[in-house]
């Protein structure tokens, strides 16, 4: 009902909230219907092969930083300049997950969910990059602030490195790292594809933290979606080790999620920009 309540509240009917209840209903396919990604839909062949607990618990990640950088699609006042760098994170995001599940089909196209996905991404991805619905406020105001050096790009440099080893180096996730115990335990190419795409949205959103001038109003229906996948991050991965706490990665992307929706949520840097003077329009 929350959810819903901020929908209602801040839809503005543009592209921007086409895109994000196309990814609030992949949302909860992946939470709800998980068993829908495993079977044939119509014409859509199954997109992986069969359930196990490490593809469950990437999915809950994937699924909570979609609903995070869906929300951010409608509640922030794109313009021709904040979209730019998530927009273009958002277009690699899409172009390598494409590849990918080309290369995994041996080279054909093969129609399944995740392009069903990558279409309604890119109907956000696009409206951000190219086509923001709002001017460019320009103000004098010293207290306007660039997020360089701030919380949004020290977290959005965390996440960064983070999507990194998961795009270039992901073998790390199925081994120990000193007292990080290996978050994943068997390799396959399932797991691997949602490696990669996680690490992709990881990319997004760490981009989407720095471009963004968030203010008291533009972060709080993303920074809400941050916490919903912190908490479920943490929650499944607890669970998963039979409510024993067992240090694990997911923990710290759990803890770079929450201090990102921290920031945009209850502290973010700059003031809310003045409005438009409808006289000199």
Do not use: E
């Amino acid at each position: 009902m929350l959810i819903f309540a901020l929908v209602v509240s801040m839809a503005h009917g543009n592209m921007s909230d086409l895109a994000f209840l196309g990814v609030l209903a992949i949302v909860v396919q992946w939470l709800a219907f998980p068993d829908t990604l495993f079977k044939d839909v119509g014409p859509l062949k199954a997109q992986f092969s069969s359930n196990t607990a490490d593809l469950d618990a990437i999915l809950k990640l994937g699924a909570g930083i979609l609903l995070t950088i869906g929300m951010a699609f409608s509640s922030v006042k794109w313009n021709p300049v904040n979209g730019k760098m998530s927009g273009l994170a958002g277009l690699i995001t899409i172009a390598v997950t494409a590849f990918s599940s080309f290369k995994a089909d041996g080279d054909t196209f093969v129609p399944r969910l995740f392009y069903v996905y990558l279409a309604v991404l890119f109907v956000g991805v696009i409206h951000i990059f190219l086509f923001g619905s709002n001017p460019l406020v320009k103000t004098v105001d010293p207290k306007a602030k660039n997020n360089h050096g701030n919380m949004s790009d020290i977290v959005a440099l965390g996440l960064l490195v983070c999507a990194g080893a998961g795009l270039f180096y992901p073998d790390h996730l199925f081994m120990d790292l000193g007292p990080i115990k290996a978050q994943f335990t068997t390799k396959g190419s399932d797991i691997s594809f949602m490696i990669r795409f996680v690490s992709c949205l990881m990319f997004m959103w760490s981009m989407l933290l720095s471009g963004v001038k968030w203010n008291p109003i533009n972060g709080k229906m993303a920074g809400f979606g941050g916490f919903i996948c912190s908490c479920l991050t943490v929650y499944s991965t607890f669970m998963s080790d039979n409510s024993t706490f067992v240090p694990r990665m997911f923990y710290i992307y759990a803890a770079l999620m929450f201090l990102s929706s921290l920031h945009i949520f209850a502290f973010p840097s700059n003031p809310l920009p003045p409005k438009a003077d409808k006289k000199k329009l």
